[in-house]
């Protein structure tokens, strides 16, 4: 089975803080994404990467940064956090640019900003 | 651009009801179709697709037929189970080849 794993599930920063999260995925998809989840807006693409070092902006790329070093990891960076970036999120992956469609997601981490 | 509209919800229904949760798209050319779910605490998973038109997707006691003349895709069960609640969420690929999801239906099955 394929396992997407997020390095937190939970987790609380101030306003300002550098934040990173972190996912790992462990199949070699090729693509791996962010998005967040926030009520009644359902899914929303933050980041994502088709490639190691390779990145795209997605729909709402304010606020973030994303690094892609080796093909299994996909970090997000919120350079200084803001309590309008309080959100659930998930990474996912996708096996290849051909068929980027069956996604398969990690947990997610509910951050907070305080 | 492509898009996906669902209905909103929550949608409540006892244990063995029938469930069914709308999705309709607009799409260039006649693009795979795909409901996902996500349980409480958890990522989503994908529940089932279709890949052309009047293709039938089915898992878990779910099925969704992928009507090109209604432009719909919506979800079926015949009877629902308290461990089915979730969000459910239908989406399809945009022009870009990202997917696009609706915004979520939650399902609350009651015993």
């Known amino acids: 089975d394929v396992k997407v794993t997020q390095s937190s599930r939970y987790l609380v920063k101030r306003t300002g803080e550098k934040v990173f999260l972190e996912c790992v995925q462990d199949?070699?998809?090729?693509?791996m994404f962010w998005y967040r989840q926030d009520p009644g807006l359902g899914l929303r693409l933050i980041y994502f990467?088709?490639?190691?070092?390779?990145?795209e902006k997605g729909d709402i790329p304010e606020g973030y940064s994303v690094s892609r070093e080796k093909k299994e990891r996909f970090s997000l960076i919120l350079e200084s956090a803001s309590t309008n970036q309080t959100s659930m999120y998930l990474c996912a992956s996708s096996p290849t640019w051909i068929q980027p469609y069956e996604q398969y997601f990690g947990p997610g981490t509910r951050l907070t900003v305080t | 651009g492509n898009s996906v509209t669902q209905m909103e919800g929550p949608v409540t229904l006892s244990e063995e009801a029938f469930l069914t949760i709308n999705c309709t798209y607009t799409a260039t050319g006649y693009p795979s179709l795909f409901w996902y779910v996500q349980y409480p605490g958890e990522g989503l998973q994908l529940l089932l697709k279709a890949t052309k038109a009047d293709d039938k997707g089915s898992n878990k006691g779910f099925e969704a037929t992928y009507r090109k003349e209604t432009t719909s895709f919506h979800l079926e069960k015949g009877s629902v189970q308290v461990s089915d609640s979730a969000v459910y969420f239908c989406a399809l690929p945009s022009n870009t080849g990202k997917l696009i999801f609706g915004q979520g239906t939650t399902l609350q099955v009651k015993p």
């Open positions: 199949m070699d998809h090729e693509n």
């Open positions: 990467s088709y490639d190691v070092k390779m990145k």
